[in-house]
């Protein structure tokens, strides 16, 4: 069956533009989780959306950071006026429901702010 | 913050050797879970063992989870080079309303052939 997919693969930009990332889930998944790792790092948490409930959105790291999902299907992060910290992969991830407990990746999108 | 910390770094082996990695973790839990990554893309699932267990198998993998000491150890045995990757755990927080995980730094596992 499909995995979560994410677009782009690869997003390469200049800083001050802005990024939308793109992921859709497993379908039926009605947790969805943005991540984000630097270079030879774990993966940070940004944020969580669940089902109709307000998102946790407690690890993005500033303002330009923003996330949105509908409904239960697609979600898109937006970077807004970047920076070139901000390159790094970006993983989606999804799980049944937030006891779901085994999350499910998407293969991420490697973001280079020149 | 990131509440795991997996040692050692990076580890290189011969094919067939057995591989050995730790995380540690600061606060209570539900579950550790062990992920594995290639190339810097994604993570997939390796295994799930819950606070009250002490050790689970999964084919070659064997995790020891020890709730006292806040550490949990990954054994892959008799590796191949397709093993090569790097492995993380991930924890989740007691009582939190969410499924949030937090992973570790990882470990770099090169397996020669």
């Known amino acids: 069956g499909a995995g979560v997919s994410q677009s782009p693969s690869n997003k390469v930009t200049e800083k001050g533009k802005d990024v939308e990332l793109r992921c859709d889930p497993i379908?039926?998944?009605?947790?969805l989780y943005w991540y984000r790792q630097r270079l030879g790092q774990g993966l940070e948490f940004l944020i969580y959306?669940?089902?109709?409930?307000?998102?946790?959105k407690s690890g993005l790291p500033s303002d330009r950071f923003s996330a949105e999902r509908t409904g239960e299907s697609v979600s898109t992060l937006t970077i807004q006026r970047t920076q070139q910290e901000d390159s790094a992969v970006y993983l989606c991830?999804?799980?049944?429901?937030?006891?779901?407990?085994?999350?499910?990746f998407g293969p991420g999108t490697r973001l280079l702010v020149l | 913050s990131q509440q795991g910390e997996e040692d050692p770094q990076a580890l290189s082996i011969q094919e067939g050797e057995n591989a050995t990695m730790n995380c540690s973790y600061k606060?209570?839990?539900?579950?550790l879970q062990w992920y594995r990554q290639n190339s810097g893309r994604g993570l997939v699932h390796l295994i799930l063992?819950?606070?009250?267990?002490r050790e689970k198998h999964s084919g070659r993998l064997r995790v020891t989870l020890d709730t006292s000491k806040k550490s949990s150890s990954l054994l892959i045995t008799a590796s191949r080079a397709a093993d090569t990757a790097s492995y993380f755990c991930?924890?989740?927080?007691?009582?939190?309303?969410?499924?949030?995980?937090?992973f570790g730094t990882g470990t770099l596992l090169a397996v020669q052939p």
């Open positions: 959306f669940q089902g109709n409930s307000a998102p946790d």
């Open positions: 063992i819950r606070s009250n267990e």
């Open positions: 991930a924890t989740d927080s007691l009582g939190g309303a969410t499924n949030k995980l937090i």
């Open positions: 991830a999804s799980s049944l429901d937030y006891r779901g407990e085994t999350q499910y």
């Open positions: 379908s039926g998944h009605t947790a």
């Open positions: 606060t209570s839990i539900n579950n």
